[in-house]
C-alpha cells in the first residue's frame, strides 16, 4: 500500500526568516544549524524547539578579508514566527568568540526572502 501526502489544507503553514551573522571566526552551514538549535533549546527547552519547527533551508556565505559574515534563510512554522524570531538574538558565542545575529526579514516563500532580504538576483543562485 501506497502511502498517501497530506492534502496541502493539513499541511503547516510556514514563513521564512532572512537572517545575518557576523562573528570573528568563519562559520560553516553546520556551525548555524548547531547555534541555532542549541540556543532554542535553551530558550525554550527540547518540547518548543519542536513545535517551532525551525530548519536551515540555505546559508551564503559573504566573508571578506576584514569580517566573516553569512546570511541565510530559516524555515519555521506560520504561527510560532514570534518564538522563532526570538531566538536568532540570543546567540551571542561561538567557539568562545563573539557572533552577532540578527533578522534581516520574513517572508512566504524561499524566492522573496532571497530577492528582498538576501539580495541575489535570482533565488536560485
Not at 542549541?38 to 530548519?55: P, V
Request: proline letters at 3%; aromatic letters at 8%.
Amino acid at each position: 500500500m501506497k502511502l498517501k501526502i497530506l492534502p496541502t489544507h493539513l499541511r503547516d503553514k510556514k514563513r521564512y526568516l532572512a537572517f545575518q551573522a557576523i562573528s570573528e571566526i568563519p562559520l560553516q552551514r553546520e556551525d548555524v544549524i548547531s547555534l541555532i538549535m542549541e540556543s532554542s533549546g535553551n530558550l525554550y527547552g527540547a518540547c518548543g524547539t519542536s513545535q517551532l519547527g525551525l530548519w536551515v533551508v540555505k546559508v551564503w556565505d559573504y566573508t571578506t578579508p576584514g569580517a566573516n559574515m553569512v546570511k541565510g534563510i530559516i524555515r519555521c512554522k506560520r504561527e510560532e514566527v514570534d518564538k522563532a524570531r526570538a531566538v536568532i538574538p540570543t546567540i551571542t558565542k561561538y567557539k568562545g568568540k563573539r557572533v552577532a545575529f540578527q533578522t534581516l526579514g520574513i517572508s512566504g516563500t524561499i524566492k522573496a526572502a532571497t530577492t528582498n532580504f538576501i539580495k541575489l538576483k535570482a533565488a536560485d543562485e
